[in-house]
């Protein structure tokens, strides 16, 4: 459904610069929750901007790549065509729902305006839409919480409104940017399993964006790794866990504190992740690998493809044949 | 005898920190009146030497105010904290100045608890400035270099500044300063909730060296169980301001008993998409501070809750040795 190819998004001059995000591909089916997963830097955020078209008109900007969603180019079309596609395009939801509102309008209109933007709907129908988009959204008492201020409502209800707001214009793809981090797990259990509630009855198709590997396994279908602006990794969510192929994957999964195999001490990775530009030969997470051989360092890396939809960037995957 | 729940070593020695009836009350105003929030309330807990003990609660059950009120950072409202035979809410100005070089603190943020301004060598030797703790300029510099060995860094990062070090650096540093004085109890508050998977497992593994090297006891605040889980030796977890359960780990993460560990438990996502957490787990949140329940405070989220719960606060009492829970239906 949405199918973004060749990504890059770099710094510096078009003469000179560096990739902060390198042939990003990736494709997201209908109903489907694609987890991209990584640390910070590794241009999972920037990946989501570009596809977003939000990316600035200074700074990091768009090198190559594109965003297909029903044939368009939904990165290149300009802003009027954006709104009018966005009409069943694609909408966004990011990490702290306060700073994404507005502090001194009531819900309620701020729900309305983003169906106002999209579809000129009169006042009366719209109040209506607005009070469903909020019964979606599992809001208790909606018809009272539309005339509250985002200050009134607790972090969660607040992530709930943002979702309210992204469903108003009927999306077809929906980028959540870690909507659940800045939340308590109780409520972030509840965001999740609403996410999943409207996956399965609406057909929505969601780009989830985390650092936490736990939220991964508990919501999304498939998983894109990310490692230094590229996507190391990609497989069906029970694959990865079972047996993830690419080192940084298995290395990141055995720093995870385990409560049920107690050891004093966890896992962790050596060195320090990569920075843009840093290596520019060869396999990024080369000098961390526990695997790495010379042809690593020298060489560009290929995908290895391992079984139907499981592919890593890496010479010497785990496949699961060698003991 | 205190309230003391916790381990053998608990028991047989005696505890280097031990906090009585803790209450701490914050006043904020609504609407135009004001109003007294019980941020904590009635907590107990004995810290033995070399101990972990790890706090958990979520967002607003005041566990951060527990660790700020052992140092006096908050202003404690009742109750007493005696470390090394001294009260320490009785404590002179001066007497309170001392005691805080032997009980540390390392906060969240690494990013906002350093000022940018100054160079790491002399964020690090701050606190040894103050209280005159160098013989000489050779000797601070000695000391500033041998504490970041301590935290796995190099002396050169003492010429450094903030701005150049990555997150997990910057956490370094803030236990660097936290341990320059050889404190004897560290109070480590969400320390590594802002870092990265993998920085998160070093920093959990150098606190574990230093507890380990320096026979430091550590309060350690976190909203993750499977953090908690990892480095303490007891759990004590908390919700509106009480303790509502304490444990040893291993009790606590294979037997939860309090309803609200339960849920924590549950709710914890777990990296293994065999066990998915099922929809409509809960959707109640917790009641505001300003319209405490006058029964259990958990009682309107609970699945076993009773009339009597709603009336009636559950005391902290021991359930089976060691391990006190509370609430009226265990």
């Known amino acids: 459904m949405l199918r973004v190819s060749d990504l890059s998004v770099s710094i510096g001059t078009s003469a000179d610069f560096v990739d902060i995000v390198s042939s990003v591909s990736f494709e997201i089916g209908k109903g489907e929750v694609l987890g991209l997963v990584g640390e910070s830097g590794c241009g999972k955020s920037m990946t989501s901007l570009a596809v977003m078209g939000l990316l600035a008109d200074s700074g990091p900007w768009l090198r190559t790549g594109c965003a297909k969603l029903e044939g368009f180019d939904v990165i290149r079309l300009p802003p009027y065509r954006r709104v009018e596609f966005g009409h069943g395009g694609i909408a966004m939801i990011f990490q702290e729902p306060m700073s994404s509102l507005n502090p001194v309008m009531r819900i309620g209109e701020q729900i309305e305006e983003a169906i106002w933007v999209h579809e000129k709907i009169a006042g009366a129908t719209r109040a209506r839409r607005a009070r469903e988009l909020l019964d979606m959204v599992r809001i208790p008492d909606a018809s009272v919480q539309l005339g509250a201020y985002p200050h009134q409502l607790s972090g969660g209800m607040r992530q709930r409104v943002m979702i309210a707001i992204a469903l108003a214009c009927k999306p077809q793809v929906l980028i959540a940017d870690e909507p659940t981090t800045a939340l308590d797990v109780t409520v972030q259990a509840q965001i999740l399993s609403l996410l999943r509630e409207l996956c399965d009855s609406l057909g929505l198709s969601i780009l989830f964006i985390t650092h936490d590997l736990g939220v991964v396994a508990q919501l999304v279908d498939r998983v894109a790794v990310m490692y230094a602006g590229r996507i190391v990794e990609t497989a069906v969510v029970a694959q990865l866990f079972e047996r993830p192929a690419h080192p940084y994957t298995e290395a990141l999964m055995a720093c995870l504190p385990d409560p049920a195999h107690y050891s004093r001490r966890l896992t962790t990775i050596a060195g320090h992740a990569a920075k843009p530009g840093e290596v520019t030969k060869g396999c990024a997470f080369a000098p961390r690998c526990r695997k790495v051989a010379e042809i690593c360092v020298t060489n560009s890396v290929p995908y290895e493809q391992l079984s139907g939809d499981h592919r890593a960037l890496c010479r010497f995957p785990d496949t699961g044949l060698q003991p | 005898m205190p309230l003391s729940g916790y381990g053998v070593a608990a028991v047989i020695e005696k505890p280097i920190l031990d906090v009585r009836e803790l209450s701490t009350d914050y006043t904020v105003r609504r609407a135009g009146k004001w109003f007294k929030v019980h941020a904590v309330k009635d907590v107990s807990f004995t810290l033995a030497k070399g101990e972990v003990l790890g706090i958990v609660g979520e967002s607003g059950c005041g566990k951060t105010t527990v660790g700020r009120s052992i140092v006096r950072l908050a202003k404690p409202h009742r109750g007493k904290v005696i470390f090394g035979g001294i009260d320490i809410f009785a404590a002179a100005p001066d007497e309170l100045r001392r005691l805080r070089l032997k009980i540390r603190m390392v906060f969240q943020d690494p990013f906002a608890s350093l000022n940018p301004r100054r160079s790491i060598g002399d ?78 497992a070093q920093v959990l593994n150098l606190l574990a060296d230093l507890q380990e090297m320096m026979g430091l006891s550590i309060v350690f605040i976190s909203h993750d169980l499977g953090v908690v889980g990892q480095i303490s030796d007891h759990v004590a977890v908390m919700y509106m301001g009480r303790i509502v359960e304490t444990a040893a780990t291993r009790d606590i993460i294979d037997r939860p008993i309090h309803p609200y560990t339960r849920t924590l438990m549950a709710a914890r996502p777990k990296p293994d998409p065999k066990i998915r957490i099922k929809a409509g787990i809960e959707t109640a949140e917790p009641p505001s501070q300003l319209d405490r329940p006058l029964g259990c405070p958990y009682a309107k989220r609970c699945s076993i809750a009773t009339s009597y719960c709603v009336t009636n606060a559950p005391p902290l009492r021991t359930l089976v040795p060691e391990r006190m829970v509370a609430c009226h239906n265990v």
């Open chain 2, 123 to 200: 964020s690090v030797a701050e606190t040894g400035d103050i209280h005159g703790l160098f013989e000489s300029r050779a000797d601070r510099w000695r000391q500033v270099e041998n504490t970041l060995k301590y935290v796995g860094l190099d002396g050169s990062f003492a010429t450094r500044f903030p701005h150049e070090l990555s997150g997990g650096q910057r956490q370094r540093i803030g236990i660097a300063r936290a341990i320059l004085p050889t404190p004897d109890v560290v109070i480590a508050d969400e320390p590594v909730s802002a870092l990265d998977i993998s920085v998160q």
